[in-house]
């Protein structure tokens, strides 16, 4: 199946690369694009649709790697059934060679429970997280940062199904709370984004924001979206909405943070002249205006 695969990963990346082609990222949140988009867009998963099946049901060991990217690109795109496809695959192999108890299922898990979890079905997501958060507690310790991150993915599920009392105690489980202000990290040190994302949810979680909250706590699906597609348009444009994100909610810090993380990605893609670019520019120099008029005040 590589050969399938890879194939079917290059036309992916194709599109998802393309700086001319505007992707509708998690249209349930934000809408991008225009119809003729749109319409290429569906044309393109139309097509996968039609072979997806058969290159999940035939994929092995080997296609993980594959199969992970390709859950990535769909659920990105907003194809969320053929996502939690390519994740189940993915995570049926991992347990049929490493067991179910093993860190690496633990860690497919989490990723088929965080698209149940966007997608508003809490209480699938729920069973999935406790089993991982049992596999991390037995194979680390109860303060490593997945066990510390995945306490309050729990907390966050509960809190969502309105069960207050066990998203309470699985909040002060993860400890995020007294590491929610991070000093800022290095544009390129990714691997500092999902906890500098936690500890701002924290933030909101203690003040009672439940949804400002779970806005944040989502888009660490960025990182995971970085790691399979690097340097991605996607990707791209998605830190631009965190960027705006932090700005609504008073995070003068993270935002300009995120907005310059944007420039430097899209600048690696386009042109500065690209209006794609230059969009993003205007609203970091409207951010920086407006920061300063704050401050004189």
């Not at 729920?126 to 037995?138: F, G, N, Q, R, V």
Request: aromatic content about 10%.
């Amino acid at each position: 199946m590589l050969d399938a695969f890879a194939e079917t990963l290059q036309e992916t990346q194709e599109m998802l690369n393309n700086p001319e082609v505007v992707l509708a990222i998690e249209p349930t949140t934000f809408a991008y694009g225009n119809a003729h988009v749109q319409q290429s867009q569906s044309v393109f998963f139309q097509h996968l649709a039609g072979f997806a099946p058969s290159l999940i049901e035939d994929a092995t060991l080997a296609d993980l790697t594959a199969l992970h990217r390709m859950g990535v690109a769909c659920r990105l795109c907003g194809q969320f059934d053929m996502a939690e496809s390519f994740y189940r695959r993915a995570l049926n192999l991992v347990e049929n060679d490493s067991g179910c108890h093993s860190l690496p299922a633990a860690m497919h898990r989490n990723f088929l429970a965080g698209l149940y979890f966007m997608t508003g079905r809490e209480a699938e997501s729920i069973p999935l997280i406790e089993a991982s958060l049992h596999t991390y507690i037995t194979n680390l310790d109860g303060q490593h940062l997945y066990t510390r991150l995945t306490h309050f993915g729990l907390a966050l599920a509960f809190a969502r199904i309105g069960d207050t009392e066990r998203a309470q105690d699985h909040y002060l489980r993860s400890e995020l709370g007294g590491s929610s202000r991070l000093e800022a990290v290095d544009e390129l040190r990714w691997s500092a984004l999902p906890l500098k994302l936690m500890s701002l949810a924290a933030v909101k979680f203690e003040q009672g924001r439940l949804f400002e909250s779970v806005e944040l706590f989502r888009h660490c699906v960025i990182h995971e979206a970085n790691e399979a597609w690097p340097g991605s348009i996607v990707v791209a444009r998605a830190l631009g909405n965190l960027a705006t994100l932090c700005r609504s909610q008073g995070l003068d810090a993270e935002a300009g943070e995120f907005f310059r993380m944007t420039l430097k990605m899209k600048a690696d893609l386009m042109a500065e002249s690209n209006p794609d670019y230059q969009v993003t520019l205007k609203q970091y120099q409207e951010f920086l205006k407006s920061t300063t008029e704050r401050r004189a005040e």
